[in-house]
């Protein structure tokens, strides 16, 4: 294994949701161990102050839920990265509204889907061949810890989650053997630009049920999700790893 500063020295990384929150704070760390990271956003303008924060070598500036800009995206990043890409981590997301299902807007559950379900297998299938290709690959899936237990008011956002997390284990189960490993993280809520869709009364609800009594830091997911991305994570795929402050039960 490397020592732990150069961690990543000679990898390279795409991080969707790269722009702000715990995708820009898994890119800063993965620069500072050695690693050339790609960002891919759609806020163009926080892009570009997240490539001069983090050092990120790179920036694209895409919607994740079209199929097509992740695949013209993907082609760019490996030419750019030298023709590999050797970690994924997946943190676009979105929360969508806060209301009961019976009230629930239509549209917000299809937005939501198409970013944090549809965005994110559409990045995992597009990037996956050229990890194979390679014999080496980490994949990182941003789920929640909604995803296991489910929030009320938050049915979309709890759903795509536990998606993510059926996707993320058949994904790793594919490819256990194969070089490439597959995790997701859950993690409860914490510090992130993402609260601002939220109402703060949902945000006072789900600090509620952190047994910590506070919120994550973004840097302590972050370190979890760069352990999942790095070379020591060897022998654990398929699984969760939750950064929940013993909110998770299972």
Same mark, same amino acid.
């Given at each position: 294994?490397?020592?732990?500063? #150069?961690?990543?020295? /000679?990898?390279?990384?795409?991080?969707? %949701?790269?722009?702000?929150?715990?995708?820009?704070?898994?890119?800063?760390?993965?620069?500072?161990?050695?690693?050339?990271?790609?960002?891919?956003?759609? #806020?163009?303008?926080?892009?570009?102050?997240?490539?001069?924060?983090? %050092?990120?070598?790179?920036?694209?500036?895409?919607? =994740?839920?079209?199929?097509?800009?992740?695949?013209?995206?993907?082609?760019?990043?490996? *030419?750019?990265?030298?023709?590999?890409?050797?970690?994924?981590?997946?943190?676009?997301?979105?929360?969508?509204?806060?209301?009961?299902?019976?009230?629930?807007?239509? *549209?917000?559950?299809?937005? =939501?889907? #198409?970013? @944090?379900? @549809?965005?994110?297998?559409?990045?995992?299938?597009?990037?996956?061949?050229?990890? !194979?290709?390679?014999?080496?690959?980490?994949?990182? @899936?941003?789920?929640?810890?909604?995803?296991?237990?489910?929030?009320?008011?938050?049915?979309?956002?709890?759903?795509?989650?536990?998606? =993510?997390? /059926? !996707?993320?284990?058949?994904? /790793?189960?594919? !490819?256990?053997?194969?070089?490439?490993?597959?995790?997701?993280?859950?993690?409860?809520?914490?510090?992130?630009?993402?609260?601002?869709?939220?109402?703060?009364?949902?945000?006072?609800?789900?600090?509620?049920?952190?047994?910590?009594?506070?919120? %994550?830091?973004?840097? *302590?997911?972050?370190?979890?999700?760069?352990?999942?991305?790095? *070379?020591?994570?060897?022998?654990?795929?398929?699984?969760?790893?939750?950064?929940?402050?013993?909110?998770?039960?299972?």
């Amino acid at each position: 294994m490397k020592a732990y500063a #150069d961690r990543f020295a /000679g990898r390279t990384a795409v991080i969707t %949701g790269g722009a702000s929150g715990l995708g820009k704070a898994s890119a800063a760390r993965i620069v500072a161990e050695g690693g050339r990271v790609l960002l891919w956003d759609r #806020d163009a303008a926080a892009l570009s102050a997240a490539q001069e924060e983090t %050092g990120a070598a790179g920036i694209c500036a895409l919607d =994740v839920s079209d199929f097509s800009a992740v695949s013209d995206a993907a082609a760019r990043s490996a *030419e750019l990265l030298g023709g590999q890409i050797d970690v994924l981590i997946c943190s676009a997301g979105i929360t969508g509204a806060t209301a009961p299902v019976h009230e629930y807007p239509v *549209e917000s559950w299809r937005a =939501v889907f #198409d970013v @944090n379900v @549809n965005g994110l297998f559409y990045c995992n299938r597009a990037i996956l061949p050229l990890m !194979l290709e390679k014999g080496y690959g980490r994949i990182v @899936n941003v789920a929640s810890v909604a995803g296991k237990e489910g929030n009320p008011n938050a049915s979309a956002y709890s759903a795509s989650k536990a998606a =993510v997390i /059926g !996707l993320t284990k058949s994904l /790793g189960k594919e !490819l256990a053997g194969k070089g490439v490993i597959a995790n997701a993280l859950t993690p409860a809520t914490f510090e992130s630009p993402i609260l601002q869709q939220l109402p703060q009364s949902q945000v006072d609800y789900m600090r509620s049920k952190i047994p910590m009594g506070r919120l %994550g830091h973004v840097a *302590e997911s972050a370190a979890m999700v760069c352990f999942m991305a790095s *070379e020591e994570c060897s022998f654990t795929t398929a699984a969760t790893f939750d950064t929940s402050g013993g909110r998770t039960t299972f």
